[in-house]
Structure formats: structure tokens, C-alpha cells
């Protein structure tokens, strides 16, 4: 018998939620000498990138950019905005919502949980009434992931918006966009969120390291009063910089060339073709777990992530050490599990730069797993999602036609 090889053979099909596959494109931008981030080659740059990534959030107002992950921008938004022992809600739909609640809680703000089971998103009707309760007045915030990462559940911004409108409360809302933005439809400003979160390594398709805070008149209101400590953080030194096309610090400035041309890529498909294509990838992804006779963690179907789907593993098989299998035998990442439900489920990405054709090569490499680690399961998933993929494309090609 031959020996074993060492090597992997072809490319590595990365299926985890984030950071997402590179397109070649952003990687031939980054890889460019570094620019004196205090000259004027600079400043056109970062003119470009700040008034370009309005555009993704769909807002008038300022982008604030941040080196650092996502994480930091949560920090951020928290920090420039409220002062110590504020009263702020959130909706506890998974383990990045659970995370967002402890940082909170570090700096010294009130949290506090509108609980779920993890498998839905955020109920408006929940937020309302929440919010009818404090009479006072007293919260300052309700703070939302639009797209929990760990679960696969897409919450609706628009609605959590017209919740807070009836209570007649005047909290703001922030809303994290981590695993939505740019790959799935989100209004800054017409859904008046306050303060969004966003960061640059999933629908953006760029490397981690940068993270966004858009922000509305109203948080830029509130940061006037705030009592938080800050100085990274800080709104006023950015915009003041950000103005004349420069930042209060050394920027990553490798990271904006990847911007500028990731923005251009996002803008020359159609912001509302990404959106489809996302659906579309996503659609034939639940097929294929539906005809496989699994079940997603997401039951709810308005709930639907566009962009990830959690994939519930029957009992008495592991999620790790499927993926386990899966990497060593097919060179393919699937996302872990999280919370009550670690090890019962593994999640599949796709989001970003992928198209049809790379995620049938993911949904093979899933069901020849699930048979080689005797998960029982029916076979024709990936011929379901084949189905579904042409019927779409036929559909587009008879109404272009028509």
C-alpha cells in the first residue's frame, strides 16, 4: 500500500461563517507597497473608502472604521453612547448575542436578556413589551444581531424598529451586522437604527482586522453626554480626522485597498443581486439538509439565514467530530457549535465570494461525509440543491428573455 501523503491536494473549501474565501481580486489590492498613510495618496484613499462604505450600510451619516474585529466595533457602539449603570436590552439568540450581553456587563452597564432557546430570532413583539414595562423610561439601548452567526437566525431590523416606535420608547437601537452586511438587504437609515456594527472579513471578503460603527444624529447626541471611558474607541477624534481623509492613528491601510476594490466588486454585481445570489446559495443549502431528512438549528422559516445554515446532527453523533472527519477527508471547515446545543450541530457558510458551483462542491463534500460517518440520512440532497439552482437559473433565463 502506497504510503500517505502529506500533502492536500487542490484547494481548501473554507465553509465556516467567516472570515469567508478571498477573491483574488482584494488579495492583487492588498498586495501593493504601503502608501505614507499621512500623504495625500492616502487621503484620496481613505475619502474613497469612507464615502464608498455608506453606501453598503445605506446611510447619509458617517462610517466610523476601526482596526480591530468586530468585537471592537460592539465596543465602540457601547462606549461612545452610554455612561456607567445604564439599562441596556438585548435578545439572547445565540452565542454572539450572549457575548455582546457579558461586554456590556464588563463595562459596567445593566444587561438584560429577553431569552430564547436559540433557534429564532428576535420577536418584536418581545422588544415591545420589554420596553412598555419600563415605565420610567430607564433603558437606553436595545441592542440586536441581525444575523446571529451561531444559529443561523435572521432577526428583522424594520420591524424590531416599528416595535420600538409603538412602545413610544425612546431607547436607541443598535443592531449588529457582522454576518449580514453586504450580503444580505440592510438599511441603516431607513430602518433608523442608531449605531451598526459591521465588520470587514464576511460578506466584505476581506482578511479580519477592520470593523465598522455607522451611526445615526441620535448616537451622535448621546455621545455627547456619555460617561464610558474611551480613547480608541472615541467617535470625535475619528470624525474630525476622517473629514479631511486621514485617522488619529496608524490605519490598516493594506485593509482599504481591499475595501476600495471589495466596494467596487460589491457595486459592479448589484447590491440587490449579492442579496439574491446569498438567497439563492442559501435556499438550495436548507433543500439539501431537508431532503438529507436533517433539520436545521433555525425552525422558524421567516427566521432563515441567508447567509449560514446550522445543520442539527441526529442524537448520538457528534458535530466536532464530524467536522473532524470532514476536514481530514475532504478538506472542507464547517463552522462549531455553541452553547446547550455543543456538539449537536455544525454550520455551513455561504457568504461572500461564492457561487453556486463552489457550494455544490460543499454540499457533495457534506453528504459523503454524513455517509462515511454513518449519520443516518436520505441520499439526494445535493441533487435537490442541483434541482433548485436550475430551476432558478431557468426562471432568470426565460424572464430576461421575455
Not at 88 to 103: H, I, R, S, Y
Request: hydrophobic fraction near 40%.
Amino acid at each position: 500500500m502506497a504510503k500517505n501523503s502529506s500533502r492536500q491536494v487542490g484547494r481548501h473549501f473554507l465553509h465556516i461563517p467567516g472570515p469567508t474565501p478571498l477573491p483574488d481580486r482584494v488579495l492583487r489590492a492588498m498586495d501593493t507597497p504601503i502608501i505614507d498613510h499621512r500623504g495625500p495618496e492616502f487621503a484620496k484613499l481613505a475619502k474613497k473608502c469612507l464615502e464608498g462604505i455608506k453606501t453598503i450600510f445605506k446611510t447619509a451619516n458617517p462610517v466610523i472604521m476601526y482596526t480591530a474585529t468586530g468585537t471592537g466595533a460592539w465596543e465602540a457602539a457601547l462606549v461612545n453612547t452610554l455612561s456607567p449603570g445604564d439599562r441596556v436590552v438585548m435578545v439572547e439568540t445565540g452565542q454572539f448575542a450572549t457575548l455582546w450581553k457579558k461586554m456590556a456587563e464588563k463595562l459596567d452597564l445593566k444587561a438584560e436578556f429577553i431569552p430564547t432557546d436559540w433557534r429564532t430570532g428576535a420577536d418584536p413583539a418581545a422588544i415591545e413589551a420589554k420596553l412598555r414595562e419600563d415605565k420610567n423610561k430607564e433603558i437606553k439601548a436595545v441592542c440586536v444581531l441581525h444575523n446571529e452567526t451561531s444559529t443561523g437566525c435572521l432577526s428583522n431590523i424594520a420591524e424590531v424598529r416599528k416595535a420600538i416606535d409603538r412602545a413610544g420608547h425612546p431607547a436607541m437601537l443598535f443592531v449588529d451586522t457582522i454576518s449580514s452586511l453586504a450580503s444580505t438587504d440592510y438599511r441603516h437609515d431607513e430602518w433608523g437604527v442608531d449605531v451598526t456594527v459591521g465588520g470587514a472579513q464576511k460578506g466584505l471578503m476581506l482578511p479580519p482586522g477592520m470593523s465598522f460603527n455607522a451611526i445615526s444624529d441620535k448616537a451622535l447626541k448621546a455621545a455627547q453626554t456619555a460617561k464610558l471611558p474611551k480613547s480608541f474607541w472615541a467617535w470625535d477624534d475619528m470624525l474630525n480626522m476622517n473629514k479631511i481623509g486621514f485617522f488619529p492613528y496608524t490605519p490598516a491601510t493594506q485593509m482599504l485597498q481591499g475595501l476600495a476594490v471589495s466596494i467596487e466588486m460589491l457595486h459592479e454585481e448589484g447590491l440587490e443581486n449579492v442579496f439574491a445570489r446569498h438567497e439563492r446559495l442559501a435556499e438550495a443549502t436548507r433543500r439539501a439538509v431537508k431532503a438529507w431528512g436533517l433539520e436545521t438549528v433555525c425552525r422558524d422559516p421567516k427566521y432563515y439565514s441567508p447567509t449560514l445554515t446550522a445543520v442539527l446532527l441526529p442524537e448520538g453523533h457528534n458535530a466536532d467530530a464530524f467536522r473532524a472527519l470532514a476536514l481530514d477527508t475532504f478538506n472542507i471547515s464547517y463552522g462549531s457549535s455553541f452553547g446547550a446545543l455543543t456538539g449537536r450541530y455544525f454550520r455551513v457558510g455561504h457568504l461572500g465570494d461564492i457561487n453556486e458551483t463552489m457550494l455544490m462542491g460543499a454540499l457533495a463534500a457534506t453528504e459523503m461525509t454524513l455517509s462515511l460517518a454513518n449519520v443516518p440520512h436520505k441520499k439526494g440532497g445535493v441533487q435537490a440543491a442541483m434541482d433548485y439552482l436550475v430551476s432558478q437559473r431557468s426562471a432568470a433565463t426565460k424572464q430576461a428573455a421575455e
